[in-house]
């Protein structure tokens, strides 16, 4: 426990540090209103790790995210062209989302197909039906309503919806994860699956829950991305979801599931929002900044397995035997 | 080469005061075993003898602490798999461990292979010896074919060709019926005749009296990882090999309190599994602990899974009190207050990198929430209680599961499934692996939870353990209730008898 909470605090560190040593070349980077900026522009980051936490939590991974998101965000877009009130395009965004993360799931649940081919085959699925809705279309800018555009850069106390947006799902997906039977399951399931079975859990409930949390909040993130950028097409948010990994990852969220936490996902993903908004301020290439990414998943996963090596203990063992 | 002297005079293998520890366990203490060239010598014991730990000096897998192996007379290691199989030291294990994407031939030369002058595998000319060998043991096989499409009796067919085409002077066949038909045991009993002939040393380690006295010319029985005699089987009736087996007092003393039979708690009535088990009736009381004895794989962990909800009968009924309970998942069973704590801690209990409040109140999680939400003050109080009844050596509550020792950890999970309120208990080899203080503990809380008025259902192999705590028992065999005891026919042989079928075999004879 100490030890995981001792992850989550270096990673805040970590990223003190990186912020100081910007300052230290930029100083207008550490301004509070070019962080909010920041937070705001991470916020579809957050909102898809705090998914794929609970995902990988299970043992699964879920690489349709990314997809899943730029054809709810079509599908708002489409809406709006058509007249749909704002409300109504949230709820079938979230909807609609919540329906494709089902589909993994219960791929992942009925038929036992592994999530990494589930969903590299519904990521294709789900890019082509953008293309089969619109022939390749954009929906550009001006095709969009201004109340459909503006909702997500309303500010509020100082925050963009947006950013509040990602403020309020981390609350609820905290309180999802230490406060509800459901969290406590995640981390069953994922810990040891044959434990959880033994106590009643379904370990195929158990990830098909989390794929629908997956999938709703990519559907969410589809609508804000879509209004926030005012265009959408097939191509949007191409390969995010490997961001979204990176974020889990370096947040610490153990790949092989069952160790991690929501403060560990939102710094992961406060990192690698950092770090992209940071280096072309600073001034360094984008080709650099992929190679930085690269790096801290790579130490964070030497971290990791380093962490869990208990040193010396079948030493002791045979020590034990001896005497 | 017919003419061998110097083997005939000697065995070909024999092992000398071997003394193997683990943790809390002394498997093997300063045991003997001889292998005799172009003899069957049987290795006879109860589960937990020490018999798997000797297959696994034999073949490099473990180290001996004490002891010496020779080979011919000479003092020997075998520090890898590999060393031993240089000796001419086999296994052809219980679950034979061959390739199923390679064929025949290269599952029989995997590891030594014949080369080309360029040092590439030959597959000419180990297509050519796998026959040869094939052909020797009048297996009829393709030497090309895929494994993966063979039949269980031809694997071993595979296992035993590769056996001897190390050249192998010493083979150990561990179980090798188990699995197999009529037919392919008649098979291999040929085949056992045809590796003696060739002037192999065999050990054939089986539960089956009947085989053992078809096939072996000697006899070794172990017990508690201890030598007790060995001999010719010429020389042996059954009766007394299977006092070799169990003879001792039971003499550890079990803290079993009297506690009053109330009325029937749970009927089980006619449960069938289409391969585990079959017709399994018995009715278990309030306040009574019953045991099940059998080999391993006798089918009792299956039957208590399926009274359990994790896998489902195909037929039978269940019921509580005279009221028909469905069980078809887990939670119905504890709903109906069956719960089941499972043999292997590690994968099936405690769940590693959870608290261990968290790991107690996992199955609980309903009653200690509201709304949906978890009340973690309950909880935390909810674990402590169960805790501190099992007096459970923790440095606090919130402390990760993996952190305990064996035996804490299993005091976790009884907590857990006692924390659910349960009415019959299953303890799956409760004792199984953890030391002597944390066994006393275990009996001493088992005989308080049948005071208290719970049924309890002890499956163990450790038949003082099942002699001195229950208060009947039931033995299974291959998948079926053999016998029941009550009273003073609670004897360690009748147990034994039961178990490996010897009064069956009685019956067949006189008919």
Redesign the interface.
């Known amino acids: ?1 100490t030890l995981l909470k001792s992850r989550e605090a270096i990673l805040a560190l970590a990223i003190m540090a990186l912020l100081v040593l910007i300052a230290s070349r930029f100083p207008a980077f550490v301004a509070p209103a070019n962080l909010a900026r920041v937070f705001t522009d991470t916020s579809p980051l957050i909102l898809l790790a705090l998914g794929q936490m609970a995902v990988i939590l299970t043992k699964c991974i879920d690489l349709s995210v990314a997809a899943n998101l730029a054809l709810c965000g079509m599908v708002a877009a489409l809406m709006n062209g058509a007249g749909v009130p704002l409300p109504l395009i949230l709820l079938t965004v979230i909807a609609l989302g919540a329906a494709l993360g089902a589909f993994n799931g219960v791929l992942v649940w009925a038929l036992g197909i592994p999530s990494i081919v589930v969903t590299l085959g519904t990521m294709t699925i789900y890019r082509g039906s953008i293309f089969l809705m619109t022939d390749g279309a954009w929906v550009n800018a001006h095709q969009m309503s201004a109340g459909f555009k503006a909702f997500p850069r309303q500010v509020i106390l100082g925050l963009p919806v947006m950013a509040w947006i990602a403020v309020l799902a981390v609350a609820l997906v905290a309180l999802l994860m ?4 459901l969290g ?1 399951a995640f ?2 399931v994922g ?2 699956p ?9 370990v195929g409930r158990t990830q098909f829950a989390a794929f629908v949390l997956s999938g709703a909040l990519a559907g969410l993130t589809g609508y804000l991305w879509v209004a926030r950028y005012a265009v959408a097409y097939v191509d949007i948010a191409s390969g995010f979801e490997l961001d979204v990994v990176a974020a889990c990852v370096i947040g610490g969220i153990a790949i092989a599931g ?2 991690g936490s929501v403060a560990g996902a939102v710094l992961g993903a406060l990192f690698l929002g950092i770090i992209k908004n940071a280096l072309p301020v600073v001034g360094i290439s984008p080709f650099w900044q992929m190679a930085i990414s690269g790096a801290a998943i790579l130490l964070a996963i030497a971290f990791n397995a380093m962490s869990r090596r208990e040193p010396g203990r079948i030493i002791l ?1 045979r020590a ?2 001896r005497t | 080469m017919q003419a061998d002297p110097p083997a005939a005079a000697g065995p070909v293998l024999s092992l000398d005061g071997i003394v193997k ?3 809390g366990v002394r498997a093997l203490d300063g045991v003997r075993l001889q292998l005799h060239a172009g003899q069957v010598t049987a290795l006879i014991g109860e589960n937990g003898a020490g018999k798997s730990t000797i297959v696994k000096l034999l073949t490099g897998i473990y180290q001996p ?1 004490e002891g010496q192996i020779r080979v011919d007379g000479r003092p020997v290691t075998f520090p890898t798999a590999q060393a031993a199989g240089r000796a001419g030291v086999t296994a052809i294990h219980q679950e034979t461990v061959l390739f199923d994407e390679l064929t025949v031939a290269e599952n029989i030369f995997i590891g030594h292979a014949p080369r080309t002058r360029l040092g590439l595998i030959d597959r000419r000319a180990m297509r050519d010896r796998a026959g040869d060998i094939l052909r020797s043991i009048g297996a009829d096989l393709d030497p090309a074919a895929r494994l993966r499409d063979l039949g269980i009796a031809s694997r071993h067919l595979v296992a035993i060709a590769r056996a001897l085409s190390i050249d192998a002077r010493v083979v150990i066949m561990d179980e090798p019926t188990a699995a197999l038909s009529h037919k392919e045991i008649a098979e291999l009993y040929d085949l056992v005749e045809t590796l003696k002939a060739q002037g192999k040393a065999i050990l054939f380690i089986s539960h089956k009296f009947d085989e053992i006295f078809r096939i072996a010319d000697r006899w070794t029985v172990f017990r508690d990882g201890q030598f007790v005699g060995e001999g010719m089987m010429a020389d042996v009736t059954e009766a007394e090999l299977v006092n070799l087996m169990v003879g001792r007092s039971v003499d550890q003393i079990f803290p079993k309190r009297p506690a009053r039979i109330g009325a029937p708690l749970l009927t089980v009535a006619g449960y069938c599994h289409p391969t585990e088990f079959e017709d399994i009736t018995f009715t278990l009381h309030a306040g009574e602990i019953l045991g099940f004895y059998g080999l391993v794989g006798a089918g009792r962990s299956e039957v208590m899974q399926s009274l ?1 909800g ?1 896998t489902q009968p195909s037929k039978g009924a269940c019921r509580i009190e005279g009221q028909v309970r469905v069980v078809r ?3 119905q ?2 709903e109906a207050g069956i719960v ?1 704590v ?1 043999e ?1 801690r590690g ?9 261990i409040f ?1 790991n107690v109140t ?2 609980s ?2 009653r200690t ?1 509201r709304a ?3 009340r ?1 003050a309950e909880e935390f109080a909810l674990a402590r209680d169960y805790t501190q009844r099992l007096d459970l050596r923790a440095a606090s509550l ?3 599961i993996a952190l305990l020792s064996g035996g804490n950890q299993q005091k976790v999970v009884i907590a ?1 499934w006692l924390a659910t309120k349960p009415r019959v208990i299953i303890l799956d080899e409760p004792t199984k692996g953890i030391d002597i203080g944390s066994k006393a503990a275990v009996h001493d809380f088992m005989s308080e939870l049948a005071a208290e008025g719970l049924a309890v259902i002890m499956v163990s192999s450790e038949i003082p353990e099942v002699l001195g705590m229950s208060d009947r028992v039931f033995v299974m065999r291959e998948g079926r209730l053999a016998a029941e005891f009550t009273g003073t026919a609670m004897t360690p042989e009748n147990l034994v008898r039961a178990a490996v079928g010897l009064d069956r075999q009685r019956e067949g004879e006189a008919a």
Do not use: C
């Open positions: 426990m230490t406060r509800t039977p406590r981390l069953a810990g040891n044959h434990a959880a079975v033994y106590t009643g859990i379904s069952g160790s063992k034990e035997v | 520890t683990f943790p602490d359990f994790i998942t887990t939670a069973a504890v089941y499972p292997d994968r099936q209990g405690a769940v590693k990198g959870l608290p968290q996992l199955p999680l309903a929430s949906g939400f978890l973690l919130d402390q990760d857990k």
